[in-house]
């Protein structure tokens, strides 16, 4: 099945439609901005060393437009500052000019956070957000615009980690041309939109722009979406409660699958649902090699712990994989199932061999034709 995405108009449409339905503009602005704050600080923390994070303030530039995208930014510094970050604003066009984005630069200014304009933001934040432009631009960035795309990227150079509110300021929501994109635009290392994705983040040449795509539930109603979903197969959901989980004498793996879903789920631990199969090379590196440390000491007890904590690395990353529709931990099984009965023939076929040396040379033998197949 296709991935599912919305297009613009559709987007406006919905909005529209669940406003009428009791949920307003202005909490749907509240829900977008809280939660794309959230996951700058997920994704941020996962960044730092476990389990001891460095105390040192973390700082955010946030570049609003003067639209509803420039509002969400304006609920991001909000939530930044009052959870102990050092925030700055810059207007890209000047002040706000809709109801919803003038409410919440008001909140904004209670809390004390500046406001610079472009050319005066100083040194390179920890976190850079584009909140400039949303789904209704269209065509090429005019000047204020490309100037904050230039700034945005002289700070991503300089080690900001910068994180887009719905697309990249200058990319079209419904652009498939990539003739036709302004390349100008914002390059980010993670792109938060919100209820689903847009046409544009489909395209293979966006990726390059979008960087990780994060989706974020906003509480649009969308009866296709539902129904999206409930015709794909569900995967990499728990299949037990924390409750169930935690009444336990002796586990499973199956109850070990389920546990490190729980800590994935939305209400589970923020330092594991920031993680990436990029973020968890360092860890994945770090169990390996510990394992490695205690088979060679001949430390049986030391050994299963550290297999234990390999074995959390190989779920983790299994998990994100389902997450994203890629593979599930059954689907590592199965492989893996399937090549070692294919590379002993001797013991589940009818080959015979008398020596270690016919073992393994038959082995390198049945995995270069699995290479040549491929």
């Known amino acids: 099945m296709s991935e599912y995405y919305v297009s613009c108009a559709r987007m406006k449409d919905l909005e529209k439609a669940t406003d009428e339905s009791g949920l307003s503009y202005y909490q749907m602005m509240e829900n977008a901005g809280n939660i794309a704050a959230n996951r700058i600080i997920e994704r941020t923390m996962a960044t ?27 609920v991001v510094a909000r939530v930044l500052k009052q959870r102990g970050w050092d925030v700055q604003l810059v207007l890209v066009d000047g ?7 003038i409410t919440n ?12 304009g472009l050319g005066n933001a100083g040194a390179a934040p920890d976190v850079v957000a584009d909140a400039i432009y949303g789904t ?32 990249p300021s200058g990319m079209g929501g419904d652009l498939t041309d ?12 993670y792109t938060i939109t919100f209820h689903a994705k847009k046409r544009v983040h489909l395209q293979r040449f966006a990726t390059q722009y979008c960087g990780e795509i994060i989706t974020a539930d906003i509480g649009i109603v969308d009866e296709e979406k539902d129904a999206a979903s409930a015709a794909g197969a569900v995967r990499g959901v728990p299949s037990q409660s924390k ?32 993680q990436t199969h990029e973020t968890l090379t360092k860890y994945m590196t770090e169990e390996a090699q510990e394992a490695v440390e205690a ?9 299963c712990e550290e297999l234990g904590d390999v074995l959390l690395q190989i779920v983790l990353n299994a998990q994100i994989g389902a997450e994203d529709g890629a593979f599930t931990i059954d689907d590592v099984i199965q492989g893996i199932s399937e090549k ?4 002993h023939p001797w013991v589940f076929g009818d080959v015979e061999i008398d020596s270690i040396d016919e073992n393994v040379s038959l082995w390198e033998q049945i995995k270069q034709k699995e290479k040549e197949a491929k």
């Not at 631009?137 to 719905?166: C, M, N, P, Q, T």
């Open 178 to 189: 990539e003739s036709e994109l302004d390349e100008r635009c914002v390059r980010a290392d």
């Open 136 to 167: 209704g631009f269209h065509g090429r960035l005019r000047e204020k615009g490309a100037a904050a795309a230039a700034e945005i990227a002289d700070a991503k150079a300089a080690g900001s980690v910068v994180f887009a509110l719905d697309i």
């Open 340 to 343: 070692m009965i294919r590379r």
């Open 95 to 101: 002040e706000p000019q809709t109801t919803d984005a």
């Open 243 to 274: 409750e169930q989980l935690t009444d336990k004498d002796v586990y499973t793996f199956e109850d070990f699958v389920d546990i490190v879903a729980q800590l994935r789920a939305p209400d589970g631990c923020v330092w594991d649902r920031a």
């Open 48 to 74: 730092r060393e476990r389990p001891h994070p460095s105390t040192r303030q973390l700082t955010a530039r946030i570049y609003c437009g003067k639209g509803n995208n420039g509002g969400d930014g304006f």
């Open 295 to 303: 088979m060679r000491k001949g430390d049986d007890e030391n050994l």
């Open 105 to 116: 630069y008001e909140l904004t200014k209670e809390l004390g956070i500046p406001v610079t």
